[in-house]
C-alpha cells in the first residue's frame, strides 16, 4: 500500500474520550450549584439532545463571531439536557453554571488520551507522514490538544465552525486537503463514526479508516 501524504484523524472519539461519561461531568458540577440529578439519566437525555441538535457549523459567519455560536449552541444544549433530564428549573444562576461548564471543556482535565494514539502518532511521524486533526468539535479543541500535549503532533487541525460545513459533508474534507496542497487520493482519514468520518471521507475520495472503539 502507498504510504500518504497526510493522515486527518478526527478528535473526540479517536485520539482521546471522556472520562467516565458526559453526564457524570454536568451532574457533578450541577451538585456544586446544589441541583441533584441521576447521571445515567442526565447522560441519556444528554446523547437525545445532541443528536436533536443541527450540525454544529455557521456558514457565512465571520471568524470573530464563531466562538459565541459555538457558546450558544453549546448552552443551548445543556439547557434541553436539563430541561429533559427535568432539573433545570431547579437552577438558581444557570448562566453561571454553564459558563463554568463550557469552560471545564476546554481543559484536559475531562479527556483522556486513547492508549494506541500516541505510539501510532508517534509512528506516522518517524514515516515522515504529515498529520492533521479533521473534527466536528468546536475550536476549545485548540486548548484541548494543548492541555493534552497533541499539538506537537499535527501540522493542521480543520473543525466544521470554522469552515461551515460539518462532516459527512464534503467540505469539511477539501478544506483540510487544501491546507496540505494535497489530493484526496493521496490521503486517509481515520473516525469513530461510521457516517461522519468513514462515508463521509469515502464519498471524497480519501481512503477512509472507520475506527469502532466500541
Keep these: 500500500?502507498?504510504?500518504?501524504?497526510?493522515?486527518?484523524?478526527?478528535?473526540?472519539?479517536?485520539?482521546?474520550?471522556?472520562?467516565?461519561?458526559?453526564?457524570?461531568?454536568?451532574?457533578?458540577?450541577?451538585?456544586?450549584?446544589?441541583?441533584?440529578?441521576?447521571?445515567?439519566?442526565?447522560?441519556?437525555?444528554?446523547?437525545?439532545?445532541?443528536?436533536?441538535?443541527?450540525?454544529?457549523?455557521?456558514?457565512?459567519?465571520?471568524?470573530?463571531?464563531?466562538?459565541?455560536?459555538?457558546?450558544?449552541?453549546?448552552?443551548a444544549v445543556a439547557i434541553n439536557t436539563f430541561q429533559e433530564a427535568g432539573v433545570w428549573e431547579n437552577f438558581t444562576d444557570f448562566a453561571t453554571f454553564f459558563g463554568e461548564l463550557y469552560d471545564y471543556f476546554a481543559t484536559a482535565e475531562p479527556w483522556f488520551i486513547y492508549p494506541d494514539v500516541i505510539p501510532a502518532l508517534e509512528y506516522w511521524q518517524n514515516l515522515g507522514i504529515t498529520l492533521g486533526v479533521l473534527s466536528n468539535f468546536d475550536s476549545r479543541l485548540y486548548s484541548v490538544l494543548d492541555a493534552l500535549d497533541l499539538t506537537q503532533f499535527f501540522s493542521s487541525v480543520t473543525i466544521s465552525t470554522e469552515v461551515g460545513a460539518a462532516k459527512p459533508e464534503a467540505e469539511i474534507f477539501y478544506a483540510g486537503l487544501a491546507k496540505h496542497d494535497c489530493p484526496a487520493d493521496a490521503a486517509w482519514h481515520i473516525g469513530d463514526s461510521f457516517k461522519e468520518d468513514y462515508e463521509g471521507a469515502k464519498a471524497v475520495g480519501l481512503k477512509a479508516v472507520w475506527l469502532n472503539r466500541n
Excluded: C, H
Excluded at 17 to 23: D, E, L, N, T, Y
Excluded at 49 to 68: H, Q, Y
Design 1 to 75: 500500500m502507498q504510504q500518504p501524504k497526510v493522515i486527518f484523524l478526527d478528535a473526540v472519539g479517536t485520539l482521546f474520550g471522556i472520562k467516565g461519561s458526559v453526564g457524570e461531568v454536568y451532574g457533578k458540577l450541577a451538585q456544586k450549584f446544589g441541583v441533584e440529578v441521576s447521571l445515567e439519566e442526565l447522560d441519556r437525555a444528554f446523547y437525545n439532545s445532541f443528536k436533536k441538535s443541527e450540525k454544529m457549523a455557521f456558514p457565512g459567519v465571520p471568524l470573530e463571531e464563531i466562538p459565541l455560536r459555538e457558546f450558544e449552541w453549546w448552552e
